[in-house]
């Protein structure tokens, strides 16, 4: 694991103003959204390990103090890591197959964002164009949307998604759901399958 928060990364253990959710890995995901949207728009992707806080703190100790874990997590709080930055110019589909976790690793989640067009806007697509002219179509689109997903998974096959549009960027405004997201979350819990 790499790049480790410190001072900028996702505040650990739910010690941050993110609402209390109803499970560790809801909480989790928000605190990845609130921590993306303190770095602003127009970012890369970014990957998180998500792995137990108490099992962290008795694993790493060293580790646990610098990231703010000095007490007694509440049990399954999960604490996100952030990877190295993801390859430039590789797909992000064919990214997500090379992984595999270690075992101490509960879970992933990955931050994105993607153009969005509201629902029957897929009538509109002009028929016969190629992924390149199809995205710049979207790009071009004028009901187009930029949305943030967050989209968390564990090796149980929990999910959790928050989705975040640009436009209504708010902590109040962020849409939460397991089901929002299926294909990247399916992509996701593929990186735990042996």
Request: charge should be negative; proline fraction near 9%; charged fraction near 20%.
């Amino acid at each position: 694991m790499s790049n480790i928060p410190t001072g900028d990364g996702p505040p650990a253990g739910g010690t941050s103003g993110t609402p209390m959710a109803a499970s560790p890995l809801t909480r989790a995901v928000l605190e990845i959204d609130e921590y993306a949207s303190g770095l602003g728009w127009d970012r890369p992707a970014r990957l998180f390990a998500l792995v137990d806080t108490n099992a962290l703190r008795g694993q790493e100790p060293g580790l646990a103090q610098q990231l703010g874990l000095d007490t007694d997590a509440e049990p399954g709080s999960l604490t996100p890591i952030e990877q190295d930055e993801l390859p430039s110019g590789t797909p992000l589909d064919e990214f997500l197959a090379t992984i595999a976790w270690p075992d101490s690793v509960a879970g992933c989640a990955l931050v994105v964002e993607r153009l969005m067009l509201p629902a029957g806007a897929e009538t509109d697509v002009p028929q016969g164009i190629g992924d390149e002219e199809l995205a710049q179509w979207v790009a071009a689109h004028p009901s187009r949307q930029e949305v943030r997903m967050t989209v968390g998974v564990l090796r149980d096959g929990s999910r959790e998604s928050a989705l975040r549009l640009r436009e209504k960027d708010s902590p109040t405004e962020v849409l939460t759901g397991s089901s929002l997201v299926p294909g990247l979350a399916e992509a996701l819990a593929a990186t735990f399958e042996e």
